[in-house]
């Protein structure tokens, strides 16, 4: 049997969103074609990060290109997307690795998000190599998400994972960590509990 790859080429929709209170937030990846719908739980730093580097990516491939790449500088607002995941949301797998490349020839973006996988090893170097054999195998590996975007679909991805990631608690206006609605002890206050 090999490898389980949930393939969206092209995706309907492709975001990121919640399920949950803030402070208690899953976040998830959705890609969903026809009647076929993909979740992935990651952490919300994943979320951040991939849509920072969605961004930064694009905006080389722009540069690279000399502006003549199908890539708008901002998501354009008719594809802004404000809408819940799908649900029921039915986690396929908690992500471990993610991927991104350019498809040059096809202009379009690829993002990858493979499963977490734990593996043991004696040495840092043995893990790595282990690592980088189980990524790489196309029969064992591990379940994989992968969605291939055009240019504006990835700045409009992009754009709602930020949203999404900057929605959550407020920051206390001393230290910057995030309120909880029952209080917060703030450092700036040493150790004081503070009212939201």
Request: with cysteine.
């Amino acid at each position: 049997m090999s490898r389980q790859v949930f393939l969206y080429d092209p995706p309907d929709r492709f975001v990121a969103g919640t399920v949950g209170l803030p402070g208690r937030r899953t976040f998830f990846l959705q890609a969903s074609a026809g009647s076929r719908t993909t979740s992935v739980a990651l952490e919300k730093t994943q979320v951040a990060a991939l849509a920072e580097r969605i961004d930064e990516l694009l905006d080389e491939v722009v540069r690279r290109t000399g502006g003549n790449a199908p890539v708008p500088a901002v998501a354009p607002t008719e594809l802004s997307d404000t809408a819940p995941l799908e649900a029921p949301v039915e986690e396929e797998f908690r992500v471990g690795t993610m991927a991104l490349a350019w498809d040059g020839e096809e202009q379009r973006m690829i993002v990858e998000a493979q499963a977490l996988v734990e593996l043991e090893a004696e040495s840092e170097e043995d893990l790595a190599e282990a690592e980088e054999r189980l990524l790489q195998d196309d029969v064992n590996g591990p379940p994989m998400l992968r969605v291939r975007l055009t240019g504006t679909q990835a700045r409009a991805f992009a754009k709602r994972a930020l949203e999404v990631v900057n929605a959550g608690r407020p920051p206390c206006p001393l230290c910057s960590l995030p309120l909880d609605p029952e209080g917060h002890v703030c450092p700036r206050q040493n150790g004081y509990r503070r009212g939201a």
